[in-house]
Nanobody, 135 residues
Framework: QVQLVESGGGLVQAGGSLRLSCAASGRAGVRLSMGWFRQAPGKEREFVTAITWNGDNSFYADSVKGRFAISRDNAKNNNALNTVFLQMNSLKPEDTGVYSC???????????????????????WGQGTQVTVSS
């Protein structure tokens, strides 16, 4: 079992910034590809960004390109192998939603531009953290 703990959500004015964190535990010694999804009230969950297990590749939804940046902890501590951060700048009211972190299955296909947004690739999900951007 993998447990995910997100933090960093909150209320911010349009144009502001927030930094989300997600720590995954339960797979000691194994790096995992991870992603962020969000769900706005009354809307379906949508892909935001993802990063591969080695950090070599990252992917972004068109709506957040140039404003959001995903990164992962490069610490060699086994407990931090699967910690990712989402830096969100120039936030807009349409970025409001519950942001959930997810871990991709290590046994599934590699993340690519074509498949990265599919929820089916992700085995474990966090509870989510609320991000609210006021106008």
């Amino acid at each position: 079992q993998v447990q995910l703990v997100e933090s960093g959500g909150g209320l911010v004015q349009a144009g502001g910034s927030l930094r989300l964190s997600c720590a995954a535990s339960g797979r000691a010694g194994v790096r995992l590809s991870m992603g962020w999804f969000r769900q706005a009230p009354g809307k379906e969950r949508e892909f935001v960004t993802a990063i591969t297990w080695n950090g070599d590749n990252s992917f972004y939804a068109d709506s957040v390109k140039g404003r959001f940046a995903i990164s992962r902890d490069n610490a060699k501590n086994n407990n931090a192998l699967n910690t990712v951060f989402l830096q969100m700048n120039s936030l807009k009211p349409e970025d409001t939603g519950v942001y959930s972190c997810a871990v991709a299955s290590p046994y599934g296909p590699a993340l690519t531009d074509r498949n990265v947004g599919s929820s089916a690739l992700y085995d474990y999900w966090g509870q989510g953290t609320q991000v609210t951007v006021s106008s």
